[in-house]
């Protein structure tokens, strides 16, 4: 069956940095589209990035562009997001998904989340 693991959340003060992994697995990972979503406390799911296939085309919401990095390696079944100058307003439990509109947090798969906290 479709599994997605996330890792990687934790506390950071505004200004640090993380790094979130998803590791995925019972599915074709190289045939798939993926994304990363988060959902702030009181707030809807929302989109934040996602990566082609291939890796070769990524997309990203306004609100993270020029901050968080989406990657992949096809070879491990890894998906990750490298987020940077973390601001209080990035505090979310992070989703990694699978399906969906590319620019969409709607999936039809989402992983079980990896907490963000973000200090000022």
């Known amino acids: 069956q479709v599994q997605l693991v996330e890792s990687g959340g934790g506390l950071v003060q505004a200004g640090g940095s993380l790094r979130l992994s998803c590791q995925a697995s019972?599915?074709?990972?190289?045939?798939?589209?993926m994304k990363w979503v988060r959902q702030a406390p009181g707030k809807d799911l929302e989109w934040i990035s996602s990566?082609?296939?291939?890796?070769?085309?990524?997309k990203a919401a306004d609100s993270v562009r020029g901050r968080f990095f989406i990657s992949r390696d096809n070879s491990k079944n890894m998906l990750y997001l490298q987020l940077n100058n973390l601001e209080p307003d990035d505090t979310a439990v992070y989703y990694c998904a699978r399906g969906g509109p590319m620019t969409a947090a709607t999936s039809d798969y989402r992983g079980q989340g990896t907490r963000v906290t973000v200090s000022s």
């Open positions: 019972g599915f074709a990972f190289d045939h798939y589209a």
């Open positions: 990566i082609y296939s291939g890796g070769e085309i990524r």
